[in-house]
């Protein structure tokens, strides 16, 4: 069965400091996992990661994936308060379900 | 302006009453999903559907039912079976399974009464 585990579940750090966020994942056929930021309603996107493209970087966000090893990192540096949110990992495989992992949520305190 | 769009926002409904949520997409996506979200539960998958007329169960789709009778709308009826139905929930849509993002409305909070 398909499965995506995050962790931490829950992070708290200050601002400046850097944080990993990681993902692994068990999935039939790989097409892609994806980054996501929830801070209140609809999760906006962050990063897709493919066969063909496995390391992303904007600004101050960036990810990796490990196809051999089935994970995945989200790594943001120099955390801002407004980076408090809760992280969501998902992949497609083929099935074709878009499942995702419980998240997690991250608060940066000034 | 494209998007996916959810409504209500907010519902309220009494305890043993079918409710039916919308989702409509202007994205000519031909992906879309439903999801429930739960304090500390991440999205969980209800239904999903690759094709009009064409739909699968998700994870939890016990107590729930959808349809797809056209490309753009995919509703979600919760029905008096479902055993907890206040939650958070989160429709998606796709356009190329795999290989594209997929994109959120803005929810609809149920709450059971």
């Known amino acids: 069965e398909d499965k995506v585990v995050q962790s931490p579940l829950s992070l708290v750090v200050h601002e400046g400091d850097t944080v990993t966020l990681n993902c692994s994942y068990e999935?039939?056929?790989?097409?892609?996992l994806l980054w996501y930021k929830q801070e209140k309603k609809a999760p906006t996107f962050l990063f897709m990661l493919?066969?063909?493209?496995i390391e992303k970087k904007s600004g101050r966000l960036s990810s990796i994936l490990d196809k051999k090893e089935l994970f995945s990192i989200l790594n943001i540096t120099a955390t801002q308060t407004g980076d408090s949110a809760i992280y969501l990992c998902?992949?497609?495989?083929?099935?074709?379900?878009?499942?995702f992992g419980k998240g997690t949520k991250l608060t940066v305190n000034p | 302006d494209g998007g996916i769009t959810q409504s209500p926002k907010y519902l309220f409904r009494k305890e043993g009453q079918n409710v039916t949520l919308s989702c409509e997409q202007n994205?000519?996506?031909?992906?879309m999903y439903w999801y429930r979200q739960d304090p500390g539960q991440g999205l969980r998958l209800i239904y999903y559907?690759?094709?009009?007329?064409?739909?699968q169960k998700g994870d939890i789709a016990e107590g729930y039912s959808v349809s797809r009778e056209k490309k753009e709308s995919f509703p979600l009826t919760v029905t008096s079976a479902q055993k907890n139905p206040t939650a958070f929930y989160l429709c998606?849509?796709?356009?190329?399974?795999?290989?594209?993002?997929?994109?959120f409305g803005q929810g609809t909070r149920l709450t059971v009464v």
């Open positions: 559907s690759q094709i009009v007329n064409d739909f």
């Open positions: 998606a849509s796709q356009d190329r399974v795999g290989f594209t993002e997929a994109f």
């Open positions: 999935v039939t056929n790989f097409r892609s």
């Open positions: 994205l000519n996506h031909d992906a």
């Open positions: 493919t066969s063909s493209g």
């Open positions: 998902a992949f497609q495989g083929g099935s074709e379900k878009l499942v």
